[in-house]
T-cell receptor, first 113, second 116 residues
């Protein structure tokens, strides 16, 4: 089955800095890569996703890049703000098929004011 | 449109007791799943269902049972609670998606379970 590795497990940055979270996956059949944000005590919620036919996708201060050859994808957050502090999960799945996504272990992002 | 609703939000159980976590979704999603979240372990899949009458095991199924008699409901049963089952449980649902669309997962608000 699919295996998703996520690094780092904790990331501490100063407000205004950029943050990068990296994930690798093992199954070359995976073609859908969502990122979820979980604030303290809340449920995970989708913030951005990318499909395998796209190399990069941006939404305001967040962007996701995908390297299919190397089987890794990354979340980039620019101009971080304290409200970006949360746990971020990457996932990989065969979107469109009868497959449940596999999640990474999560990255706790702390943005210091 | 309530999305994914799970109950109870908090529960304390004694070792050996059984209980059911309820989950319902009103988005007509085919896929439903249960995850447990423990510190440093991320979201681990317990059981999942790809449609009414169909269930399958995930990564950590031992000690849990599920059934899917309707599209809307996917209850999780703890058969004989153990302290190792102390965790936060999330129910989730998604549609099948297509080759060109996302199959976004929608999570419930979570159930905090403590087994003493």
């Amino acid at each position: 089955g699919e295996n998703v590795e996520q690094h780092p497990s904790t990331l501490s940055v100063q407000e205004g800095d950029s943050a990068v979270i990296k994930c690798t996956y093992s199954d070359s059949a995976s073609n859908y890569f969502p990122w979820y944000k979980q604030e303290l005590g809340k449920r995970p919620q989708l913030i951005i996703d990318i499909r395998s036919n796209v190399g990069e996708k941006k939404d305001q201060r967040i962007a996701v890049t995908l390297n299919k050859t190397a089987k890794h994808f990354s979340l980039h957050i620019t101009e971080t703000q304290p409200e970006d502090s949360a746990v971020y999960f990457c996932a990989a799945s065969q979107g469109g098929g009868s497959y449940i996504p596999t999640f990474g272990r999560g990255t706790s992002l702390i943005v210091h004011p | 449109n309530a999305g994914v609703t799970q109950t109870p939000k908090f529960q304390v159980l004694k070792t050996g007791q059984s209980m059911t976590l309820q989950c319902a979704q009103d988005m007509n999603h085919e896929y439903m799943s249960w995850y447990r979240q423990d510190p440093g372990m991320g979201l681990r899949l317990i059981h999942y269902s790809v449609g009414a009458g169909i269930t399958d095991q995930g990564e950590v199924p031992n000690g849990y049972n599920v059934s899917r008699s309707t599209t809307e409901d996917f209850p999780l049963r703890l058969l004989s609670a153990a302290p190792s089952q102390t965790s936060v449980y999330f129910c989730a649902s998604s549609d099948a998606g297509t080759a060109k669309s996302r199959n976004t997962i929608y999570f419930g608000e979570g159930s905090w379970l403590t087994v003493v």
